[in-house]
């Protein structure tokens, strides 16, 4: 970080190239960067109260008048020293005191670099913050950044659906401990579907203050990572699931939120402590647990390219504790504008093809405004997007359409990507209903798409509350929240199939810090842009030689690595077989060698096949370094097109995109006749480079190698029999 002569000196040489003069000696390519900057100047109020912060404080003063005392969160720079942070928390405080503010909550969190307030401030103060004046907390030194209070908050209506189906008969095995963790809004503990699967921890009491007819959104996603989609008729986990709520329903239709007096940041962060470690209380709650579910995002922080507090977070515990998170990408909702017809006439006219081609071409024009929520662009944890796909039956709704012509895509309210430098987000995608939006005119300049809510149109079937206590009720869920709820039941049936015991659990001797990275590279494994992900490579700008990745850096913003296919990363088949591996390795030039066994079939023949690599891991970050990241892993097989026959397959994230994130998955395909070298295998090597600052630890990973030909070829057997695997009784 530049001291601060370093910045004066930068300041200077900003001054000398607006008046026009010629750059000192040596500092010419000062100039050279000035040329696309539009302002230079040292942080200050404009920068610690955005616009958006200022639009909030106007709307709360409208909305509560000349006595307003609005709330907003404040986050403190982080000194490097305990000294200098004592004595920023004195100066802030002094401030807020002069303002005639008080502190509601507050939280530090060394390891993440956060001291954050919570802060309720009088209108009169709220005016002089609106109007830029030069109060204390406007030039503060110690505040970084002004914010709305963090809050997720979701409507409680719901449409039941009249027709019943059987609960499950089957209940999870009391003697299995918990797996996977829910921190959500309160749900209906004992709904049918629900009742002797949850294991439900409440410290905060949240049970007491959650009106039980609109515990909505914690009941949906007990449900559909317990059971699934209903409508698909799926078997039930085997494990209870632990439950910590982290939201209320306070009744009177109100939308289901956070407590107003604490930062949801800190008590996200001691939930988890509480499960893995234990608190005041008593011992850890739940310290098996190793995939969490938070199906929430901060409507109040889009994200906007640094690495937001909540990011950070996540991605601490991840790597301290080995915790898979599974996080929602976040849900759009205002309309999508569609330049490409003049009016509503014109769009109802057009071929479904060219109506799809119109809104995947609008989502990218408004990329920028229709950004993931955070906490989903966290380095470590998977983010999870909505795909157009359900169980519904179909139905017919009046002036309702589908945007997708034949093969479904995201949603259109799905969040978009990129995450933090650039990294590949949304991860994945699940089923988040078939969406369908209503077309109203744009007055003259296009038409806009208004997401319809699922009603009984669509959607995914699950638990839901009742107004008069009917505890088998149900309704449809959907977007970004239900799709991570079924990406948090994938990993889960994963982790299930690797451990069976009737399978030989392939775990038992495994230590369960891994479990967290094999089941991630697992679960992105069989993912894939599918026919829309080719279309959009072959139509999308720009087009050219060497334009392909900043073609495919856009492309992978709507689809991530894709729709992954679950089932098939948890069994192989008769022509495709799937390797598993996990390891720890240090940063430097050595690699973890593996050798994958080829399937003689497949040598000297011209005859399709395919290889797919996904390697996982939780990376420490360095909040102090630009890279953020400190450990960067990639897989590279040795000359897979000489050796194997096949080559990168066009439709996926870019070479160059890949390799940014902490999971990086690649897929091969070709049809090459070649002569097989080194009896028989395809060497694949692991490297760890240190990358934001020294990197002085091993690390933890896990490997998916699948190997596939047509369905004429034994892939299974013959790669079986090379690794000298004996048959299953």
Known sequence: MPDVQALRHLLSLWRLFENGQAAPRGFAPWFEVFEHLHALRAWGPEDRIPSETIQYLEEELAAQGDDAVVRVEIELWYAATDAKRRAAKASFERAVAEAEGIIVDQSEIGAIGYIGRLVDL??????????????????????????????????????????????????????????????????????????????????????????????????????????????????????????????????????????????????????????????????????????????????????????????RLLDYLSERFGILFMVSAGNVTEPLTVRDFAGLIEFENASAEAREAAILRALAEQQATRTLLSPAEALNAITVGAWHEDGAPPANGAAVFSPFATEPGPNITSALGLGHRKVVKPDLFMPGGRELARVVSNGGNGVSLRPVPPGRLYGLRCASPDAGGDLAREGYSSGTSAATALATRAAHRIFDALSDPDNGNLLEDVDPSFYGVIVKALLVHRAGWGGIGDLLDQTWQPQGQGTHVVRRDGIARLLGYGRPAVQEAMECATNRATMVGYGEIPAGEQAALYRIPLPPSLERVREPRALTVSLAWFSPVNIRHQAYRRAKLEIAPENPETRFGVKRVPGQPSDKAVPRGSLFHVRYSGERAVAFVDGNTLALRVFCREQGGALDQSIRYGLAVTVEAGEAIRVYEEVRQALGIRPRA
Not at 140 to 162: G, I, Y
Not at 280 to 307: H, K, Q
């Open 122 to 311: 009088p209108a009169t103060e709220v005016r002089r913050l609106i109007d830029r004046e030069e109060v204390n907390l406007a030039i503060c030194d110690d505040v970084m950044m002004v914010r709305p209070q963090s809050t997720v908050e979701f409507p409680v209506a719901v449409d039941a659906l009249d027709e019943a189906l059987p609960a499950p008969p089957t209940n999870p095995d009391p003697q299995l401990p918990p797996i996977a963790a829910i921190l959500d809004a309160m749900p209906v503990q004992n709904h049918a579907l629900l009742a002797r699967r949850l294991l439900l921890d409440d410290p905060d009491d949240f049970d007491a203050l959650s009106i039980v007819a609109e515990r909505k959104h914690g009941t949906e996603m007990a449900s559909l990572i317990l059971h699934g989609d209903r409508h698909l008729n799926e078997e039930p986990l085997p494990r209870p699931i632990y439950f910590r709520p982290v939201l209320y329903a306070p009744g009177g239709g109100g939308n289901e939120r956070p407590l107003r007096d604490r930062l949801l940041l800190d008590l996200v962060y001691r939930a988890v402590l509480r499960m893995k470690e234990g608190d005041a209380e008593g011992a850890a709650t739940a310290p098996s647990v190793f995939i969490v579910n938070l199906s929430l995002g901060d409507r109040n922080r889009p994200f906007s390219g640094p690495m937001s507090p909540w990011g």
